[in-house]
Nanobody, 117 residues
Framework: QVQLVESGGGLVEPGGSLRLSCAAS????????MGWYRQAPGKQRELVAT???????NYAESVKGRFTISRDNARNTVHLQMNSLKPEDTAVYYC???????????WGQGTQVTVSS
């Protein structure tokens, strides 16, 4: 029904920045939440940041103050600006869309973020 495609991952040095983008294949109407999750090797997938269709953002404590999530509702895109990156941020980052009316979650394919010197 909805496909999500992430982009922008890559290799960056500690302290550097990276911007992730996620595009949905179609417009999403009604209350919904888009967000980013990440999964590091040997760890469970964890929430990074979410943003509602109304623009309310939520962040994991580990990234608060360093990451900024934003969205363009008209284009059904969500971005994650990651600054002051740390090696601990290394993970595969997944875009997520939750549609409230349908109670459905959709996931992107993931994009690798590696923070290393």
């Amino acid at each position: 029904q909805v496909q999500l495609v992430e982009s922008g991952g890559g290799l960056v040095e500690p302290g550097g920045s990276l911007r992730l983008s996620c595009a949905a294949s179609r417009r999403i109407f009604g209350m919904n939440v888009m967000g980013w999750y990440r999964q590091a090797p040997g760890k469970q997938r964890e929430l990074v940041a979410t943003i509602t269709s109304a623009g309310s953002a939520n962040y994991a404590e580990s990234v608060k103050g360093r990451f900024t999530i934003s969205r363009d509702n008209a284009r059904n895109t969500v971005h994650l600006q990651m600054n002051s990156l740390k090696p601990e941020d290394t993970a595969v980052y997944y875009c997520n869309l939750y549609i409230g009316v349908a109670g459905q979650s959709y996931w992107g394919q993931g994009t690798q973020v590696t923070v290393s010197s």
